[in-house]
């Protein structure tokens, strides 16, 4: 046994050290990353679905799942295209640049995540129960503007009838960094009227 093993050594020792060297960079380099995104608060391979709500004059944002990308979109080249997509936005327009003619594959990668979370509502108004239904619309995005303490994928879902009617003076905030959430709905109404294709409406059901 131990004179096999020494002939292995040195047929493949060369092999098994780069191997082992590839493996601790790659490691290192993991590892680096981060560290880094925790310093910066920045978690790109995370998405957050983010429930808008503007009531009473105030604004309320509270998270209705958050996973990473890969168990969402599924598909590795798919949450590259997302990642890299999050790089592009501005705090001038945080919607993900995303190529208009597959915008609806990802919207609906996100959508089946919303419709598993609510589906209880769907079988209950199937069966005659009594349930509340409203409409929303989602979209992708990537705030980088103000002073927010995570930055990460977020889909922002917001009733559409709320977001069409959202006027200019902004509400109460619980927190002052959500002057930054209430400038990206600003800019999700101006873009539903020019890029319908960036949302995804949705009927949420409880």
Same mark, same amino acid.
């Not at 001038?92 to 640049?97: F, R, T, V």
């Not at 003619?101 to 419709?115: G, I, M, P, Q, T």
């Not at 079988?123 to 995570?150: F, H, I, N, W």
């Given at each position: 046994?131990? %004179?096999?093993?020494?002939?292995?050594?040195?047929?493949?020792? *060369?092999?098994?050290?780069?191997?082992? /060297?590839?493996?601790?960079?790659?490691?290192?380099?993991? &590892?680096?990353?981060?560290?880094?995104?925790?310093? @910066?608060?920045?978690?790109?391979?995370?998405? &957050?679905?983010?429930?808008? *709500?503007?009531?009473?004059?105030?604004?309320? *944002?509270?998270?209705? $799942?958050?996973?990473?990308?890969?168990?969402?979109? $599924?598909?590795?080249?798919?949450?590259?295209?997302?990642?890299?997509?999050? @790089?592009?936005?501005?705090?001038?327009?945080?919607?993900?640049?995303?190529?208009? %003619?597959?915008?609806?594959?990802?919207?609906? !990668?996100?959508?089946? +995540?919303?419709? +598993?979370?609510? !589906?209880?509502?769907?079988?209950?108004?199937?069966?005659?129960?009594?349930?509340?239904?409203?409409?929303?619309?989602?979209?992708?995005?990537?705030?980088?503007?103000?002073?927010?303490?995570?930055?990460?994928?977020?889909?922002?879902? *917001?009733? @559409?009838?709320?977001?069409?009617? $959202?006027?200019?003076?902004?509400?109460?905030?619980?927190? +002052?960094?959500?002057?930054?959430?209430? %400038?990206?709905?600003?800019?999700? @109404?101006?873009?539903? /009227?020019?890029?319908?294709?960036?949302?995804? %409406?949705?009927?949420?059901?409880?």
């Amino acid at each position: 046994m131990l %004179e096999t093993l020494l002939v292995n050594l040195r047929e493949h020792g *060369i092999k098994y050290l780069l191997t082992a /060297g590839f493996g601790a960079i790659a490691w290192w380099l993991g &590892n680096r990353r981060a560290r880094a995104s925790w310093r @910066k608060r920045e978690f790109g391979d995370r998405l &957050n679905v983010s429930l808008n *709500i503007v009531a009473d004059g105030r604004l309320l *944002i509270r998270t209705l $799942l958050e996973k990473s990308c890969q168990a969402v979109f $599924l598909n590795s080249a798919a949450v590259d295209t997302v990642l890299a997509s999050s @790089k592009k936005t501005t705090a001038a327009d945080p919607l993900l640049p995303l190529p208009q %003619e597959d915008y609806w594959y990802f919207l609906n !990668a996100v959508l089946n +995540e919303v419709s +598993e979370k609510f !589906a209880e509502g769907q079988l209950k108004r199937d069966l005659g129960m009594p349930v509340t239904a409203g409409q929303y619309l989602m979209c992708l995005t990537y705030e980088s503007a103000g002073q927010l303490k995570t930055r990460k994928v977020r889909a922002m879902v *917001i009733q @559409k009838s709320v977001l069409l009617g $959202l006027p200019v003076e902004p509400p109460k905030f619980t927190s +002052e960094h959500h002057i930054t959430r209430w %400038e990206t709905l600003q800019r999700m @109404k101006a873009a539903y /009227g020019v890029r319908p294709w960036q949302f995804v %409406e949705v009927e949420i059901c409880v």
